[in-house]
Nanobody, 121 residues
């Protein structure tokens, strides 16, 4: 199985920064697109950012300019650098990776367990 482990969440004050990490582990797999999502209480889970294997990125308008997604293919890890955080950024942040494996045909989504980001004012 391919499993994702997230880290880097926590409690910060408005204007401060955090860097989230998500690392995949397992055997005989490769990763296509990597994603970060977030879900605030009472709201739908929304896509925050994505990055392709070639490095093409997408950012949601609400956080564009304040966040940077990056990946380290050798470490099977995706990062989300978040700066100038706002209280409205408070949410559980989830990583997702599109995975191919010799154990199955085609792409499968694998999700991290989520990490809480709380921004106080």
């Amino acid at each position: 199985q391919v499993q994702l482990v997230e880290s880097g969440g926590g409690l910060v004050q408005a204007g401060e920064s955090l860097r989230l990490s998500c690392a995949a582990s397992g055997r005989d797999f490769s990763i296509n697109v990597m994603y970060w999502y977030r879900q605030a209480p009472g709201k739908q889970r929304e896509l925050v950012a994505s990055i392709t294997r070639g490095g093409s990125t997408y950012y949601t308008d609400s956080m564009k300019g304040r966040i940077t997604i990056s990946r380290d293919n050798a470490k099977n890890t995706v990062y989300l650098q978040m700066n100038s955080l706002k209280p409205e950024d408070t949410a559980v942040y989830y990583c997702k990776m599109e995975v191919t494996s010799s154990s199955w045909w085609g792409l499968r989504d694998r999700w991290g367990q989520g990490t809480q980001v709380t921004v106080s004012s």
